[in-house]
């Protein structure tokens, strides 16, 4: 051999970026099995403390309990899921697509493929529908927002019932006069 050293640090050289190549990054995250939610061209933002303990003094959507009560049955038919149904939870925006103006209505875009999960799945197998509770989070102080969260119970024909995994955030913003409508709104799943 003539340039053993060579060799030696080329085989070297190849382990360490061999390792490294192999070893995951600390970075990298998992992949969820959540729902997406179609991306709006104009998203509230999450809920931000107030400096001002009550909404009421900063002219809030939250005033009008016409526009709580639209937050609210909106929330409701977004977390109506009947798997044997649904091809994806998709679907139950597409049904609350009367809520909302026409143009907000026409982002919301079902994906092409069907959902998963162990909960959606376990659903589907047993026939049930989810029966959302909604409730209107009073902390959230953002201005012209209303946020709602979402849990629901799975149910059964025969009566069989199981809670549902994670919670539903809504954060809606409306038209200005009635009869309201939905002008944008963003959610997140936990």
Request: glycine share 6%; charged share 20%.
């Amino acid at each position: 051999m003539k340039h053993p050293k060579i060799l030696t640090l080329t085989l070297a050289a190849g382990l360490v970026t061999g390792v490294t190549g192999c070893t995951p990054a600390g970075t990298e995250t998992e992949t969820s099995s959540a729902p997406t939610v179609a991306p709006t061209t104009a998203s509230p933002t999450a809920p931000a403390p107030s400096s001002s303990g009550s909404s009421h003094s900063q002219g809030q959507a939250t005033e009008d309990p016409a526009k709580v009560e639209l937050a609210k049955q909106a929330a409701t038919i977004m977390t109506t899921w009947n798997p044997t149904k649904d091809f994806n939870r998709t679907a139950a925006e597409l049904r609350a697509r009367t809520l909302m103006t026409p143009e907000r209505a026409k982002e919301v875009i079902a994906p092409e493929r069907p959902a998963t999960g162990v909960e959606w799945l376990t659903a589907a197998e047993k026939k049930a529908t989810s029966k959302p509770t909604v409730k209107l989070m009073t902390e959230h102080h953002e201005q012209d927002t209303i946020a709602v969260t979402a849990t629901w119970q799975w149910v059964t024909k025969d009566g069989e019932s199981w809670a549902g995994e994670g919670k539903q955030t809504f954060f809606f913003t409306f038209t200005d006069t009635e009869p309201y409508k939905i002008r944008d709104y963003v959610s997140s799943v936990r």
